[in-house]
């Protein structure tokens, strides 16, 4: 197997570096494909064989196609995130003090922090300006190395290797210059987005990690890239989506934001915007309330979020049978807990579309007596009453500024993706 897909997906990941760069691509992709974009504020006009895209928050986006003949039945949605754990600039975000400049953060998401140390760092995100029109989003990406967060020697710190205990306050504020740079992180945020400093009204900026992504191992077996989680599920989904064939159903392609803090935000999965945008589809095709509900009892979604590979050197953090590998295909995830969305059902009719497709299939679940996270399959289904399958690919470093994963997986996911939107996913209940 080839690593062009891999490829592709380090290139898409190096055009992101923020959740607003993430958008801003996909509606590029979209586009290019003949997508149109609606708007939340203004009435839908579909017709049939119509492709089209919405954006909530600037951060989330959500693309569907209607078919082009018959009345449709069911949604075939894929969801994945399009956030990453890291340092969010807080709005006064220069400190002046002991000869230097460095940057006010906080931490945004569950992160590694170690990881980030040491690193060459920039900064992107949004910038809100003033216009003659009034208020207007910019993105924005400084695209250079500006800032770095130090290590403590160890000779200042013997215990350093003994484990160690950071505080966001001190120990991972980014330096940005020496005494004479005060002031010099606006102009560079100002140059970013292309305005004058005094226009800018406010901002959404967070630090990003600059190390490109790469192919690493004796056979270049393995990804080493930042925000693989959740960029290559993302990767995978749209691709799929584009790539697939028509159906009488209609497919939808969602990516949410603020899946690392929870999901409960106006454009995260926890939202209605996916009901939102699900229920205005069916009502511009003619449908009313109660078809729209029979439309989702009979509807199907893919939450699509990496998994947790065994690791090498700690396998005992894994439930020694149901632990997935790199390379090894796409990962069910199952949670006893209900953290994952996954059902016998939904697993069941989700392994049926990898085995047509060739696509190999691996099992995650936690070591049951180590509570895992949540994804977003969970917290949309609260949401949406739509049976669910979470999957995921297994990668190592999860949260960290830079993580590992395979590098035929790719290729993988985007082969089941594929084939999901056209699979036919029929269940006989009693």
């Known amino acids: 197997m080839e690593r062009s897909e891999a490829k592709r997906l380090l290139e898409f990941i190096r055009s992101c570096p923020s959740v607003y760069h993430t958008v801003e691509r996909l509606r590029a992709m979209l586009e290019q494909a003949g997508y149109a974009r609606l708007r939340e504020n203004a009435p839908w006009q579909l017709a049939?064989?119509?492709?089209?895209?919405?954006v909530r928050g600037g951060a989330s986006i959500a693309a569907f196609r209607v078919p082009s003949r018959g009345a449709p039945a069911r949604f075939r949605i894929?969801?994945?995130?399009?956030?990453?754990?890291?340092?969010?600039?807080?709005?006064?975000?220069?400190?002046?003090?002991?000869?230097?400049?460095?940057?006010?953060?906080?931490?945004?998401?569950?992160?590694?922090?170690?990881?980030w140390l040491d690193r060459p760092l920039s900064v992107a995100g949004r910038v809100l300006v003033?216009?003659?029109?009034?208020?207007?989003?910019?993105?924005?990406?400084?695209?250079?190395?500006?800032?770095?967060?130090?290590?403590?020697?160890?000779?200042?710190?013997?215990?350093?290797?003994?484990?160690?205990?950071?505080l966001a306050n001190v120990d991972t504020l980014p330096l940005l210059g020496g005494k004479d740079r005060a002031g010099g992180l606006h102009a560079l945020i100002a140059e970013a987005a292309g305005v004058c400093e005094q226009d800018i009204v406010d901002a959404d900026l967070f630090v990003y990690c600059r190390e490109p992504g790469g192919l690493v191992g004796a056979e270049e077996d393995y990804i080493l890239s930042p925000r693989l989680d959740d960029l290559e599920c993302v990767w995978g989904c749209v691709r799929g989506f584009l790539d697939s064939a028509e159906t009488?159903?209609?497919?939808?392609?969602?990516?949410?934001?603020?899946?690392?803090?929870?999901?409960?935000?106006?454009?995260?999965?926890?939202?209605?915007?996916?009901?939102?945008?699900?229920?205005?589809?069916?009502?511009?095709?003619?449908?009313?309330?109660?078809?729209?509900?029979?439309?989702?009892?009979?509807?199907?979604m893919?939450?699509?979020?990496?998994?947790?590979a065994v690791h090498p050197n700690h396998p005992e953090?894994?439930?020694s049978e149901n632990c997935p590998r790199m390379n090894g295909g796409v990962v069910i995830k199952y949670n006893a807990a209900r953290r994952y969305a996954t059902d016998g059902v939904s697993a069941a009719l989700f392994r049926e579309v990898c085995r047509a497709a060739d696509v190999p299939v691996q099992v995650y679940a936690n070591r049951s007596d180590l509570p895992g996270g949540s994804?977003?399959?969970?917290?949309?289904?609260?949401?949406?009453?739509?049976?669910?399958?979470?999957?995921?690919?297994?990668?190592?470093a999860m949260h960290s500024a830079v993580e590992t994963a395979g590098s035929r997986d790719p290729e993988l996911l985007v082969r089941a993706m594929t084939a999901y939107y056209a699979a036919e996913l029929s269940l006989s209940e009693p």
């Open 248 to 300: 009488p159903d209609i497919p939808v392609c969602c990516i949410f934001d603020n899946e690392e803090v929870g999901s409960a935000t106006r454009q995260g999965a926890g939202s209605a915007f996916l009901r939102d945008t699900l229920r205005r589809v069916a009502l511009a095709l003619g449908s009313d309330e109660q078809a729209f509900q029979a439309m989702l009892a009979d509807s199907f």
């Open 130 to 166: 003033r216009t003659d029109e009034g208020v207007a989003a910019r993105v924005a990406d400084v695209g250079r190395d500006i800032l770095v967060i130090p290590s403590l020697a160890v000779h200042m710190d013997r215990s350093a290797n003994d484990g160690r205990k950071y």
């Open 48 to 54: 049939p064989g119509g492709k089209y895209y919405v």
């Open 302 to 308: 893919v939450s699509a979020d990496n998994a947790h």
């Open 375 to 396: 994804t977003l399959g969970s917290i949309a289904e609260t949401m949406l009453p739509v049976r669910t399958v979470d999957i995921g690919m297994a990668q190592l």
């Open 78 to 115: 894929a969801a994945a995130h399009s956030d990453s754990p890291a340092f969010k600039l807080k709005p006064n975000a220069e400190l002046c003090g002991g000869g230097y400049v460095r940057v006010n953060t906080e931490p945004y998401g569950g992160m590694l922090m170690h990881g």
């Open 317 to 319: 953090y894994a439930d």
